[in-house]
């Protein structure tokens, strides 16, 4: 069983307003709700590819009991602490007239200090079943910024693969508590190694530099790919995977795409170049759909072909 953590959960609302200005009145000529947050979206990715997968987090008043009925009715197991205040509701404009999309984000609910505890003890139950862990999104307020490396730990206690995709403290605080698998994208990792990437041999650097600072294995999505140093044959071997960009029609979501590609072919015991490759190719097809974590497998097995892995060496040790 893979498990996904989404402590913001969301209700996402999209309107498709072609020409959109702002100042000006509009009418929508399409709109979707969906239940969202990083951690939902890459369990709706991980049960269209046919792998297990429960979502938790918390859920909190009207829009907490939308998230899980929406999640139910596609089928999604899920399993989140009720909390008092209100989940939020995520509003993303996009214009089909040229696949710009703005997004207004509410900052969400307060967590409580018996609610967060609650959330840890259900983690840890759950997670007796499963083999991975992802956690994904930002922290809701009232959370501590290390509130992901505790869970990290104790995860790790349990011989749980432990995979994040965050940013800045929560990710900063985290990657110290060894999790297996960090994915930032490129603005994510410049944030956390301190530097700005100019060039490709700066993005290798980068992903060892990230193992350095505590995590296990570190993937850097970029917009034609990734930069990847991952465990293999008792070594770590350091990949360039690159894809020709598809012309998008919703670009958001891909980065939860790649990581469900990635999680579920390293769940089926896929070699790492294999899991890259896959992540990839689902990064890639998501940006075809509107809705975050829509992808269509057998799109993605056609992508796969067009995806180029390459094993590099990873430069030598800057002096
Ligand atoms: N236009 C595109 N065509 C093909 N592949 C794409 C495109 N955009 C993104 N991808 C793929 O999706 C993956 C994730 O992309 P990116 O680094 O932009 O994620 P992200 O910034 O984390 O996105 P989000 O946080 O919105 O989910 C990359 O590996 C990339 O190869
Ligand atoms: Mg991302």
Redesign the pocket.
């Known amino acids: 069983m893979i498990i996904t953590v989404t402590l913001n959960a969301a209700i996402d609302k999209t309107l498709e307003v072609p020409n959109f200005r702002l100042g000006r009145r509009h009418r929508s000529v399409e709109q979707r709700t969906m239940a969202g947050g990083?951690g939902v979206?890459v369990a709706r990715a991980i049960k269209r590819l046919g792998q297990p997968v429960i979502a938790t987090g918390f859920a909190g008043g009207s829009a907490g009991t939308r998230i899980v009925e929406q999640l139910t009715e596609e089928s999604i197991l899920n399993d989140f602490v009720r909390i008092r205040e209100e989940s939020r509701t995520n509003t993303a404009v996009l214009d089909p007239t040229n696949g710009e999309q703005t997004e207004i984000n509410e900052p969400g609910p307060i967590v409580q200090e018996a609610e967060s505890q609650l959330f840890v003890d259900k983690l840890l139950y759950l997670a007796q079943g499963a083999q991975v862990v992802v956690f994904a999104g930002s922290l809701p307020r009232g959370l501590a910024p290390d509130y992901y490396a505790g869970l990290v730990r104790e995860l790790r206690k349990l011989g749980v693969t432990t995979v994040l995709?965050t940013d800045g403290e929560p990710l900063r605080h985290a990657v110290r508590a060894e999790p297996s698998v960090i994915?930032?994208?490129?603005?994510?990792a410049e944030e956390l190694v301190g530097h700005e990437f100019n060039d490709d041999e700066d993005r290798t650097i980068a992903v060892r530099e990230m193992v350095e600072l505590g995590a296990g294995e570190a993937i850097m999505?970029?917009?034609?790919?990734?930069f990847a140093r991952v465990l293999e044959d008792g070594g770590s071997t350091l990949y360039r995977?690159r894809?020709?960009?598809?012309?998008?029609r919703a670009?958001?979501?891909?980065?939860?795409?790649?990581l469900a590609g990635f999680v579920s072919a390293r769940y089926t015991g896929s070699p790492p170049a294999e899991c890259l490759r896959f992540?990839?190719a689902?990064?890639?097809e998501?940006?075809q759909h509107l809705g975050?974590g829509l992808i269509d497998p057998r799109e993605v097995d056609r992508l796969t072909s067009e995806i180029e892995v390459e094993a590099i060496e990873a430069p030598a040790e800057v002096p």
Not at 183 to 188: A, D, G, H, Q
Not at 243 to 248: D, F, I, K, N, V
């Open positions: 990083k979206n995709d994915s930032p994208n490129v603005l994510e999505t970029v917009s034609d790919g990734c995977v894809m020709e960009p598809l012309e998008p670009a958001v979501g891909s980065g939860d795409a790649f992540g990839v689902c990064g890639a998501s940006t975050a």
